[in-house]
């Protein structure tokens, strides 16, 4: 049988019950990883780790873990470690939007975003850096956003996800020595059902809004879980071993200006 990337390697997909998590976690365990899906809500998990379980030959579990709890980021980890035999990949991909403009954002609609973005990347990354650094090895991606450079009604998203970029070349600078690669993709936009709410807000069509998005970058069209999900992997995997610090703009193009 031929080598996969990830055989005997164990990844932990946070928010992977849907959308790009849900295909990154599909991604990395049809080529050989263990996975466990985290999400916010154990049936959620639970079933999606069953799908993908189904898809592939891969362990799959899921796991019911609110990236913004410190205890529960611990003891989540924790099971893995136990269930999986170890940990190897942390894929920081949980999200919420509470999109305003300044006037109308609420001091809530700031810590919520800011919790589970940034908070939630930081508790993740200190909950599996003692395995990292002990086994010498260790791979974080974090979900950034081409909306880190600015985008309208989203301060507090874009802060959150401007501070992931810092956070990763941080813990790049710190974890390098010890064998650990870190680094973010930033996605521009993707067809999930985050992007679907965004346009019900708008009270815009899904297929409207789809396409307006598409004709705003060079390659026309909009971006599909599957696309961050390579991204994600690429940097998951040894392929990219003298690749750290660094932030991928997975964006057809969108911020090139
Ligand atoms: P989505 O809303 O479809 O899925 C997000 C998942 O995160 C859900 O399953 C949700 O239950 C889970 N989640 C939310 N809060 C959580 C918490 N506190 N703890 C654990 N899980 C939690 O979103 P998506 O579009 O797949 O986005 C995934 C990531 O990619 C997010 O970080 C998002 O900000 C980022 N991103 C998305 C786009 C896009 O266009 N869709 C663009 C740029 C960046």
Redesign the pocket.
């Known amino acids: 049988m031929t080598t996969r990337r990830f055989d005997s390697k164990a990844a932990i997909v946070?928010?992977?019950?849907?959308?790009?998590?849900f295909a990154t976690a599909l991604r990395l365990a049809k080529e050989g990883a263990s996975v466990a899906v985290?999400?916010?809500?154990s049936e959620?998990a639970s079933s999606a780790a069953k799908a993908i379980a189904e898809e592939t030959d891969a362990r799959v579990i899921g796991l019911p873990?609110?990236?913004?709890d410190a205890t529960a980021t611990e003891s989540a980890v924790e099971q893995v470690v136990t269930e999986l035999g170890g940990i190897h990949v942390l894929v920081n991909?949980?999200?919420?939007?509470r999109d305003n403009l300044l006037h109308k954002m609420s001091e809530q609609d700031w810590d919520i975003v800011l919790g589970?973005?940034l908070r939630?990347a930081f508790l993740m990354a200190r909950a599996v850096q003692a395995h990292f650094v002990a086994q010498k090895y260790g791979k974080i991606i974090s979900?950034?956003?081409?909306?880190a450079l600015g985008n309208r009604g989203q301060a507090n998203?874009s802060a959150a996800?401007m501070g992931i970029q810092g956070l990763t070349r941080t813990l790049a600078i710190e974890l390098g020595p010890f064998g650990v690669n870190v680094n973010a993709v930033?996605?521009?936009?993707?067809a999930?059902?985050?992007?679907d709410a965004t346009a019900a807000r708008l009270n815009m069509a899904v297929e409207d809004f789809r396409s307006l998005a598409a004709d705003q970058n060079p390659v026309r069209r909009v971006?599909l879980?599957e696309d961050?999900a390579a991204a994600v992997a690429f940097l998951a995997s040894d392929e990219s071993s003298y690749v750290t610090g660094q932030t991928l703009y997975v964006d057809g193009g969108a911020t090139l200006g």
């Open positions: 946070t928010g992977g019950a849907r959308g790009i998590g985290f999400d916010l809500d959620a873990c609110d990236v913004s991909n949980a999200g919420v939007t589970v973005h939630g979900l950034s956003s081409a909306s998203y996800k930033a996605p521009g936009f993707v999930t059902e985050m992007t971006g879980p961050i």
